[in-house]
T-cell receptor, first 113, second 112 residues
Framework: DAGVIQSPRHEVTEMGQEVTLRCKPI?????LFWYRQTMMRGLELLIY????????DSGMPEDRFSAKMPNASFSTLKIQPSEPRDSAVYFC???????????FGDGTRLSIL | QKEVEQNSGPLSVPEGAIASLNCTYS??????FFWYRQYSGKSPELIMS????GDKEDGRFTAQLNKASQYVSLLIRDSQPSDSATYLC????????????FGTGTQLKVEL
């Protein structure tokens, strides 16, 4: 079975640029989650979707962050404009139901210069 | 107080020993508990889930849950160098849409 697929694996860009991260969840999973991981704060939930609908975006740090899920097999996390403090590893995860284990993608390592 | 707390480590154990990893949580109504293993530069990988008080065994791994004391632990028997990783405790709370909250992880080093 294909797992959660994220792209790109690495992104290096300059401050002020728009960054778009992409995720394809496991087929059949109704829930999709976006996390950010840093050394200081660990793994933090940014937003999650149920059947393509955003349910909780309270973890999104600022208006510069936005996420969409136009269909069951694709989601994007966008940062505009990007700042150096956004540098982190961004993970996408999916699960069958909210109380089922979450399966993570390989992550996108983002560096904002 | 953090919602999910773990000692950051590193926890060093000799090969073949039992490694004991601990986690405490603040939401008394939490019902679901998970242990993830994360190798350096890799994504978290689920290794255990536990929902009821007591022990749950899977191979060399045993998860222990005590809801009254609000702690969950992971025991790794016959530790191997390949077990060296960071172990993340995750707890599903009762509020905020049943979100999964992760601890910052305990780094385990298994030495030859």
């Amino acid at each position: 079975d294909a797992g959660v697929i994220q792209s790109p694996r690495h992104e290096v860009t300059e401050m002020g640029q728009e960054v778009t991260l992409r995720c394809k969840p496991i087929s059949g999973h109704d829930y999709l989650f976006w996390y950010r991981q840093t050394m200081m704060r660990g793994l933090e939930l940014l937003i999650y979707f149920n059947n393509n609908v955003p349910i909780d975006d309270s973890g999104m740090p600022e208006d510069r962050f936005s996420a969409k899920m136009p269909n069951a097999s694709f989601s994007t996390l966008k940062i505009q404009p990007s700042e150096p403090r956004d540098s982190a590893v961004y993970f996408c995860a999916s699960s069958l139901q909210i109380n089922q284990p979450q399966h993570f993608g390989d992550g996108t390592r983002l560096s904002i210069l | 107080q953090k919602e999910v707390e773990q000692n950051s480590g590193p926890l060093s154990v000799p090969e073949g020993a039992i490694a004991s990893l601990n986690c405490t949580y603040s939401d008394r109504g939490s019902q679901s508990f998970f242990w993830y293993r994360q190798y350096s530069g890799k994504s978290p990988e689920l290794i255990m889930s536990i929902y009821s008080n007591g022990d749950k065994e899977d191979g060399r791994f045993t998860a222990q849950l005590n809801k009254a004391s609000q702690y969950v632990s992971l025991l790794i028997r016959d530790s191997q160098p390949s077990d060296s990783a960071t172990y993340l405790c995750a707890v599903r709370g009762t509020g905020g849409g049943n979100k999964l909250t992760f601890g910052t992880g305990t780094q385990l080093k298994v030495e030859l």
